[in-house]
Nanobody, 114 residues
Framework: VQLVESGGGLVQPGGSLRLSCAAS????????MRWYRQAPGKERELVAH????????RYADSVKGRFTISRDNAKNTVYLQMDSLKFEDTAMYYC????????WGKGTLVTVSS
């Protein structure tokens, strides 16, 4: 199993970023996918979830209305569109899924700063 996140970077408050997670080594279309984040000194939190077919999504209250999770099963990729970014969105962002155990990528760093 390999999950590789990309798309992080430095952005000003109010800006946007689009994260991508390229998956391999498993049947991507069979699994719901998740984006998590972990800020310095804080526990990892679930940001968004999308079902295997992509027809149902869920979001943490802190990002609802600002973030959008999507997936392309033909490309084995899950995305996180992040708009109206705030200082408190600064964190390492990870994609992952559960199959008895949790699988994670190495993450991509998002820094929201003026």
């Amino acid at each position: 199993v390999q999950l590789v996140e990309s798309g992080g970077g430095l952005v000003q408050p109010g800006g946007s970023l689009r994260l991508s997670c390229a998956a391999s080594g498993f049947t991507f279309s069979s699994y719901g996918m998740r984006w998590y984040r972990q800020a310095p000194g804080k526990e990892r939190e679930l940001v968004a979830h999308i079902t295997s077919a992509g027809n149902t999504t869920r979001y943490a209250d802190s990002v609802k209305g600002r973030f959008t999770i999507s997936r392309d099963n033909a490309k084995n990729t899950v995305y996180l569109q992040m708009d109206s970014l705030k200082f408190e969105d600064t964190a390492m962002y990870y994609c992952g899924f559960l199959n008895g155990v949790a699988y994670w990528g190495k993450g991509t760093l998002v820094t929201v700063s003026s």
